[in-house]
């Protein structure tokens, strides 16, 4: 996955969660959106499958878009947007 912007992780999440990507603000905790485990790993196959290097366990511990963006970012070695 080259593109790893928040927008895309915020859609990728929102579609997951059946919401509107407006809908996700960067510090909402994921898991009261709606995150559950099945939802979680099914998120982090489809990631997986496109080369974005996040698993489950991420998920677990990044429980926010900003954390997740900001962990993407940083196994990429990119710094934070």
Do not use: C, K, V
């Amino acid at each position: 996955m080259t593109d790893i912007s928040r927008e895309a992780l915020r859609a990728d999440i929102a579609d997951i969660l059946e919401i509107a990507p407006a809908d996700l603000a960067d510090d909402a905790n994921l898991m009261d959106a709606g995150l559950d485990s099945m939802r979680a790993m099914n998120l982090a196959a489809q990631w997986e499958e496109r080369g974005l290097p996040l698993d489950f366990a991420d998920l677990g511990e990044a429980q926010t878009l900003a954390e997740i963006h900001a962990l993407a970012q940083a196994r990429q070695g990119q710094a934070p947007a």
